[in-house]
């Protein structure tokens, strides 16, 4: 096994679209755990799939990570070691652990078919090693061109998952794996293991979905000579009714989350720390996650996000967001004051809320009044207290007015919020009085 001395991580995510939530939870678990242990994070772009692939979506997903304050160590593409993989290819063939195969995906089906017909496994019959070569020669001819096979050793291959602990796949109940195509590109595998070689990948962290894999790339390593990393398979992240996230069933994408005007912080807890024993709570940074996150408190069970707690979540970290972390946003926005944003950062869902809710205090404001308290609002205004004022005046002035009218509670006090804000709800009228001044006011009374 390579020395965990200095972990080096890597999060592969194929560039054929957005990544979503389910994509960004094990590039945020790699994260967290290569700044757990000091270690070095690479970001492989795997695009072998040349017909899927685009520049564009690669793009698009160092652009996402980067919002949700991931920056890699490294960056690498596939499509620019296509060498690696085909020197790769020949030592396999050398070795005879890679075989050509000829068959078309409809022999293979009608082959899958009469095995299930005779309740045996649907795997590959290895038909292709019988072959002499002067099959392979006639097949050619006849215009076929291979796929390649990596023959499996067939036995029980055991590895201690970080996570889920000591793990047994047996290779001998699963076909041959395809590792070359019949056009000559690479499927997933031989790229993935090679790169993992020569990068020197230390720790596999990746989705349950990916376990049966394991064996069989547990034994492409050992065919190529390479060490053999450890491997750790965390929870699915799936939607509010249980199904998994999907770019083909176009879940919601990062970039979506982003436009919907979500806090980076509140996306990224969501996304990695759901389904585990870690509190979701407003964190500060990705640091502070990733020292606080062992992955024994990865639950085995599915991890399911909850787009209300999201909402929750990220209102909670905007209402402890200090003016320094605001500053710079207001400022974009054309807005400052560090006694404004005190002020109404407990009222925001969304950071963009504070474009409307800044005009409680610099108007303009549409005053709500009803004909019943048009006497009552002329009285007040008429009683509203001289400047300077501070945050007893609300309670001098209302006061005053309870003990000038009888009113009290919401008869007294919704009028007054209705005429000064234009609103029900809103930050407390004692802090709010004093920033929009006594000329505002006595424009927004009757």
Same mark, same amino acid.
């Given at each position: 096994m390579i020395s965990p001395d200095t972990p080096v991580v890597r999060w592969a995510p194929s560039p054929t679209g957005r990544i979503h939530l389910g994509n960004a939870r094990p590039a945020l678990l790699n994260w967290f755990y290569a700044r757990r242990h000091?270690?070095? =994070?690479?970001?492989?772009?795997? *695009?072998?799939?040349l017909a899927r692939s685009t520049r564009e979506s690669a793009d698009s997903i160092e652009?996402?990570?980067?919002?949700?304050?991931?920056?890699?160590?490294?960056?690498? $593409?596939?499509?620019?070691?296509?060498?690696? =993989? *085909?020197?790769?290819v020949k030592r396999l063939i050398a070795a005879g652990r890679l075989y050509p195969c000829y068959e078309t995906e409809d022999e293979l089906d009608r082959r899958r078919a009469r095995a299930?017909?005779?309740?045996?496994?649907?795997?590959? *019959?290895?038909a292709a090693l019988k072959l002499t070569d002067e099959?392979?020669?006639?097949?050619?001819?006849?215009?076929?061109?291979?796929?390649?096979?990596?023959?499996?050793?067939?036995?029980?291959?055991?590895?201690?998952?970080?996570?889920?602990?000591?793990?047994?796949?047996?290779?001998?109940?699963?076909?041959?794996?395809?590792?070359? $195509?019949?056009?000559?590109? =690479?499927?997933?595998?031989?790229?993935?293991?090679?790169?993992?070689?020569?990068?020197?990948?230390?720790?596999?962290?990746?989705?349950?979905? %990916?376990?049966?894999?394991?064996?069989?790339?547990?034994?492409i390593f050992e065919a190529l000579g390479g060490p053999v990393p450890t491997f750790g398979h965390h929870n699915l992240l799936t939607d509010a009714q249980g199904q998994g996230f999907s770019k083909r069933l176009g879940s919601q994408s990062i970039?979506?989350?982003?436009?919907?005007? =979500?806090?980076p912080m509140a996306v990224a807890i969501m996304g990695s720390i759901t389904g585990t024993s870690l509190p979701i709570e407003p964190y500060e940074t990705l640091d502070e996650i990733a020292n606080r996150l062992d992955f024994t408190m990865i639950s085995h069970g599915p991890a399911r996000f909850d787009p209300?707690?999201?909402?929750?979540?990220?209102? $909670?970290?905007? %209402?402890a967001l200090p003016y320094e972390g605001a500053a710079a946003r207001l400022s974009s926005l054309g807005l400052e004051g560090e006694a404004m944003w005190l002020l109404l950062r407990a009222n925001l869902a969304k950071f963009n809320d504070i474009v409307d809710l800044a005009k409680l205090v610099t108007g303009p404001i549409e005053p709500v009044i009803a004909d019943e308290d048009r006497d009552f609002l002329a009285l007040a205004?008429?009683?509203?207290?001289?400047?300077?004022?501070?945050?007893?005046?609300?309670? %001098?002035?209302?006061?005053?007015?309870?003990?000038?009218?009888?009113?009290?509670?919401? #008869?007294?006090?919704?009028?007054? $919020?209705? #005429?000064?804000?234009?609103? %029900?709800?809103?930050?407390?009228?004692?802090?709010?009085?004093?920033?929009?001044?006594?000329? #505002?006011?006595? #424009?927004?009374?009757p």
């Open positions: 000091g270690g070095r =994070y690479i970001l492989r772009m795997d *695009d072998t799939d652009v996402d990570l980067a919002w949700l304050g991931i920056t890699p160590d490294l960056l690498v $593409r596939q499509s620019e070691r296509t060498s690696l =993989y *085909d020197a790769a299930r017909a005779l309740n045996k496994p649907p795997i590959y *019959d290895r099959d392979r020669a006639r097949l050619e001819a006849e215009g076929r061109k291979p796929h390649w096979r990596f023959k499996l050793a067939g036995r029980p291959v055991h590895f201690d998952d970080l996570i889920k602990g000591a793990q047994t796949v047996n290779t001998a109940s699963m076909s041959d794996p395809v590792l070359v $195509r019949e056009d000559g590109s =690479y499927l997933y595998t031989l790229p993935s293991v090679v790169d993992d070689i020569d990068l020197g990948i230390t720790h596999v962290i990746r989705g349950e979905d %990916h376990v049966s894999n394991t064996g069989t790339q547990i034994e970039a979506d989350l982003r436009d919907a005007g =979500y806090e209300v707690e999201l909402d929750s979540l990220n209102a $909670r970290l905007l %209402h205004k008429a009683m509203l207290p001289p400047e300077p004022w501070d945050e007893t005046t609300w309670s %001098h002035w209302t006061n005053a007015l309870k003990d000038t009218t009888g009113r009290k509670g919401k #008869a007294l006090f919704l009028p007054l $919020r209705l #005429a000064l804000t234009g609103r %029900h709800d809103g930050p407390e009228l004692k802090s709010l009085l004093p920033l929009v001044g006594r000329k #505002a006011c006595l #424009a927004r009374l």
